[in-house]
């Protein structure tokens, strides 16, 4: 599996977002539900949003990134997408388990 960094410029403010918004975070909770979403949330002084997704490949990610309210309604005006290999952090122990392991970054000592 492999992990995404996702970052969505949007081309409207908050309260432009506000009519889509719950079929939005209704995506989001069902994405994080199957294990495709494993974590995100809008950047603190910045028109956007940053969330993390692991999926088979970024085809699979172009599919589910299609699939969000905000792209289909037009609400997203640059999209960045970046493959991750997370190594290093206190979270690792939920991103770096042995069945999610990449095996280009290696398994922190002591971290199950």
Same mark, same amino acid.
């Given at each position: 599996?492999?992990?995404f960094?996702?970052?969505?410029e949007y081309?409207v #403010?908050r309260? /432009?977002?506000q009519?889509l %918004?719950?079929? %939005?975070a209704e995506n989001l909770? =069902?994405?994080?539900d199957?294990?495709? *979403?494993?974590? /995100?949330?809008?950047?603190?002084g910045?028109?956007s949003?940053?969330?993390? &997704? !692991?999926v088979e490949? =970024?085809?699979?990610?172009?599919?589910v990134? #299609? #699939?969000e309210? &905000?792209?289909?309604?037009?609400?997203v005006? =640059?999209?960045r997408?970046? !493959?991750?290999a997370?190594?290093k952090?206190?979270?690792?122990a939920? *991103?770096?388990?042995s069945?999610?392991?990449s095996?280009e970054?290696p398994a922190i000592?002591g971290? %199950?």
């Open positions: 599996m492999a992990k960094v996702v970052e969505f081309n #403010d309260a /432009g977002r009519g %918004h719950p079929a %939005h909770y =069902r994405l994080a199957n294990g495709v *979403l494993l974590l /995100g949330g809008p950047l603190v910045e028109n949003g940053l969330l993390v &997704y !692991e490949s =970024r085809e699979e990610l172009q599919r990134l #299609d #699939d309210p &905000y792209v289909k309604g037009g609400l005006a =640059r999209t997408i970046q !493959e991750w997370p190594g952090g206190s979270w690792i939920a *991103l770096n388990t069945e999610n392991r095996e970054v000592e971290v %199950h």
